[in-house]
Structures are given as C-alpha cells and as structure tokens.
C-alpha cells in the first residue's frame, strides 16, 4: 500500500563522504519533491521536479543535487555531506503543482541522514 | 513578507477532550489549505483540506474551520486519544502561480492519559 518510499530510513555518513538518498511513488504522479527538516521545524523545500524539468530553490546550496531517471524515482544526491546537513529528508509528490489545483502533496516516511 | 504561524507551539489535552489547533495566515489570496500529521520519526501524513471557496469540512473526528476574514484556520479533533500525539502543520498554497507549501512552525499536540 505505500505510495511514496523512501530508502533508507536511516543514512549513517561520514563528514564529506557522498551520500545517495532514493524516493519512489506509485502514484504515477507528475511532480516530486525534496524537503530538509530540521528537529522541531516546519519542511523546508531543496527543489522539485516536474516531469524531467528541474527547479531548484534559490536558497539551496550546490552542496545537494538531485536526479530523477523516471516517473517512479527520484534521488538525492549530497556531495560533501557537513554535520550541518543532518537532518530528516522528504520526499513528496504530487499529481500536479500547487496553484493549478490539483496538488496535495504526499510525504514519504524520510530518511533521517546523520553525519559523523 | 508571507508566513503561516501557530499560536500555541505545544498543546497538552486530556484524552477523550477536545483538541483545536490553531493556525494563521498572511496572504489573503491563498486558495488551498492542508493539515498534516507529523508523528515522531515519521513523514507529515495528510490529514484535511480545504479550499478556500468553503468554511468548514470534517472527516473522520477531524474538522477543519476556516475564516477568511481574519485569516485563521483551526484544526479541531473530537475525542482526542493517545494515538493523536504528534505534531500538526498547517500548510499553505498561494494563488499566485508558485508551487511552494508555506508551512506553519507546527504545534505539538500531548495527550494525557
């Protein structure tokens, strides 16, 4: 019955090691997000994808990528992990994007990533 | 700037009580709103929406009111249980073409046995 997967749900790294975090849906859905949660704080969004189109927030450092090869996959990809990038990572997609109507976005369960 | 903010960042109720939660907002041309769950460790789980072309729609003991006039929209549980601790988030969308959910800080909801 899950919809939105996220692997794994617990990421154990190394300062500056590179990490790969993997979301799946099988909503078939057209958008699908990354969000950064601290402890205690509100989602705060990295970037979506739009089909195959990118869109990356302004305020996210290069430090995170993301590559999405399909409909069903999205990954993200932190390429020097510092201990300030730990923290609890979400997926979410949804059928279409927020303002045209038809877009509830639904989370995944995370992966809390922790940096040593 | 446009924000979404909480009044009350935790709330303690006695189990079988009530709960509302309560959650405000800036932009007047917002036209969609959701409350999400957020338990311990886990993912925001969605819980009610609401357009903003309606004042009121309940689901299953949960019931979300919302007042354009003041900007306020409240998530009310009936029958609180155990199982209803967590954190809630409001979370808005604009009108404005943007894609972006403005989330509230989030109130954390303790139920009493």
């Known amino acids: 019955d899950a919809m939105v997967i996220q692997n794994p749900r617990y990421q154990v790294t190394q300062f500056g090691k590179p990490v790969t975090l993997s979301c799946s849906q099988t909503?078939?859905?057209?958008?699908m997000y990354w969000y950064q949660q601290k402890s205690s704080q509100a989602p705060k969004l990295l970037f979506h994808y739009y089909d195959k189109d990118f869109n990356n927030e302004a305020d996210t450092p290069d430090n995170f990528q993301s590559r999405r090869p399909n409909t069903s996959f999205c990954f993200l990809d932190i390429r020097s992990p510092g201990l300030g990038d730990a923290a609890m990572y979400l997926c979410a997609t949804s059928r279409d994007l927020a303002g045209a109507g038809t877009d509830t976005q639904y989370f995944g369960p995370g992966t809390r990533l922790t940096v040593l | 700037g446009e924000s979404v903010g909480l009044h009350l960042p935790t709330l303690s109720v006695q189990e079988g009580d009530n709960s509302i939660i309560n959650c405000a907002y800036s932009?007047?041309?917002?036209?969609?709103f959701i409350w999400y769950k957020q338990e311990s460790g886990k993912g925001p789980q969605f819980i009610i929406d609401i357009r903003s072309n309606m004042d009121k729609r309940q689901g299953q003991r949960v019931t979300v009111l919302l007042n354009k006039t003041v900007k306020h929209l409240s998530l009310q549980i009936a029958a609180t249980q155990p199982g209803d601790s967590a954190v809630y988030f409001c979370?808005?969308?604009?009108?404005?073409?943007?894609?972006?959910?403005?989330f509230g800080t989030g109130t954390r909801l303790k139920v009493l046995a």
């Open positions: 932009n007047s041309a917002s036209d969609y």
């Open positions: 979370a808005e969308i604009p009108t404005s073409g943007t894609y972006k959910y403005i």
């Open positions: 909503l078939n859905h057209n958008v």
